[in-house]
């Protein structure tokens, strides 16, 4: 089982309402990666978005009863390549109120040969052959168990190719994330994707999903040492009525 730990050295991952931005940390940061961020919250266009009562992406466990929930910080990523398997599983939710629908969004730069996909996951208590382990980070700290629930939820890319057998992006969006700046790279032109169907809330109360971020590492050397950024926002599309 895999164990989403942390200590506070290691809590590099950035609290906003509703978009949060990940750094993949295999080596190094280089203040250039983040530049694409000034994309500004524009996957929007993606559909007609309404203002929500309250929609927020969090770690993992999520408590109404003591109206408590993981900080994202706690979704951390280093040392990626240190652990083991073809891939690794990443515990986050989303919840809110008043929002009777949403839709996931996802960009990422392109500097690791990484594949993500999402799974809708099931929460336990009760530990499982598989299942991802996640310790809460709150005074009294419990352990719950995540499993993945059937096939990765579909989704649709807006400016994906591929070049050398391996995924960039199409300079499709160059404007909208970097303006006029050209002197880009082009695997830090972010690939954004989203959900094809929309994820159900609840649109007279509060609610919580929970999935899984599957990062493939594809073969990633543990010597070859790289930085990605990526992105995940939740998007409201149907808000209380």
Request: with cysteine; hydrophobic share 40%; glycine share 8%.
């Amino acid at each position: 089982m895999q164990t989403s730990g942390l200590t506070k050295t290691q809590k590099i991952a950035f609290v906003l309402r509703v978009l949060v931005v990940f750094v993949l940390m295999l080596g190094a940061i280089g203040a250039a990666t983040f530049a694409w961020y000034a994309y500004r919250a524009g996957t929007a266009a993606y559909a007609p978005i309404f203002s929500p009562e309250a929609l927020y992406i969090g770690a993992g466990h999520r408590d109404f009863d003591d109206d408590t929930f993981e900080d994202i910080r706690y979704l951390y990523f280093n040392g990626l390549d240190a652990e083991g398997g073809d891939y690794v599983d990443k515990v986050f939710c989303v919840f809110g109120k008043g929002v009777g629908a949403y839709k996931i969004q996802l960009a990422y730069t392109t500097n690791n040969a990484f594949t993500y996909m999402i799974y809708h996951a099931t929460e336990s208590e009760t530990a499982t052959a598989g299942a991802v382990e996640y310790e809460v980070h709150q005074a009294s700290a419990r352990t719950y168990y995540y499993t993945a629930n059937g096939e990765a939820v579909a989704g649709t890319y807006l400016n994906k190719t591929e070049e050398d057998g391996r995924a960039i992006a199409t300079n499709a969006n160059h404007a909208d994330t970097y303006g006029s700046y050209s002197s880009v790279h082009k695997n830090a032109e972010p690939i954004y994707w989203q959900t094809s169907a929309s994820e159900t809330g609840n649109v007279r109360g509060d609610f919580v999903n929970y999935y899984l971020l599957r990062i493939y590492k594809n073969g990633k050397a543990t010597n070859d040492r790289e930085t990605d950024v990526l992105c995940i926002s939740a998007k409201a599309i149907t808000v209380h009525e």
